[in-house]
Each structure stands twice: as C-alpha cells, then as structure tokens.
C-alpha cells in the first residue's frame, strides 16, 4: 500500500542533502498534487553513490502549478509541470487557512 494515491495535495521537503539528488531547488516547499503512482525503486541517491542494498522506495508523479514555481512569469491557469518525486521527499501538503 502507498501512502499518497492521486488527487491527493503534497508538499515537498527541504531535506539540506548534498551530492546527487532529484529534486530541483525550485520545487522544494511547494506544494502539488500527485497525478499517479509510477511503482517501487532502489533510492537513485543511494545508488550514486554505490550502495545498491538499500530499501526500495515508492516513486509519483507530482503536478505543480506553474503560476506557483514562477509568480513572476506569464502562464496559463492551466499550465503544469510534471515531475517524478520519490516518496521521502514528500509530506502532506498543510492547507493554508486562506484557501478558497
């Protein structure tokens, strides 16, 4: 059983690790919505580094809006990115008080 199944909002997190890692800056702390459940992988991190006997860990597909990744820019409402996150970088997203 995963712990996210689409539809449901994330956050992703901000874990300071150094060297190889898939998560770019400009997504970190913002929020999404998983889009779909991709399966279970060896941790690439993990893997950049040689070490190929840790645990297998849940990867999805997360949808961000970009008028949230670039406020500054000029988008569509509908415009997305899509992005592969593997499961411990992300966190229930916490609805903010002032959402519609």
């Given at each position: 059983?995963?712990?996210?199944?689409?539809?449901?909002?994330?956050?992703?997190?901000?874990?300071?690790?150094?060297?190889?890692?898939?998560?770019?800056?400009y997504i970190r702390?913002?929020?999404?919505?998983?889009?779909?459940?991709?399966?279970?992988?060896?941790n690439p991190e993990?893997?950049?580094?040689?070490?190929?006997?840790?645990?297998?860990?849940?990867?999805?597909?997360?949808?961000?809006?970009?008028?949230?990744?670039?406020?500054?820019?000029?988008?569509?409402?509908?415009?997305?990115?899509?992005?592969?996150?593997?499961?411990?970088?992300?966190?229930?997203?916490?609805?903010?008080?002032?959402?519609?």
């Open positions: 059983m995963t712990r996210f199944c689409a539809g449901d909002r994330v956050q992703v997190l901000a874990l300071g690790k150094a060297g190889h890692v898939r998560i770019p800056h702390r913002k929020a999404g919505e998983i889009v779909g459940y991709c399966g279970t992988y060896l993990d893997l950049a580094v040689g070490n190929t006997g840790g645990k297998a860990v849940d990867l999805y597909r997360v949808a961000f809006a970009q008028t949230t990744l670039w406020p500054n820019d000029v988008h569509a409402p509908q415009d997305r990115l899509i992005i592969e996150i593997y499961d411990h970088w992300l966190a229930p997203a916490q609805e903010s008080s002032h959402a519609p």
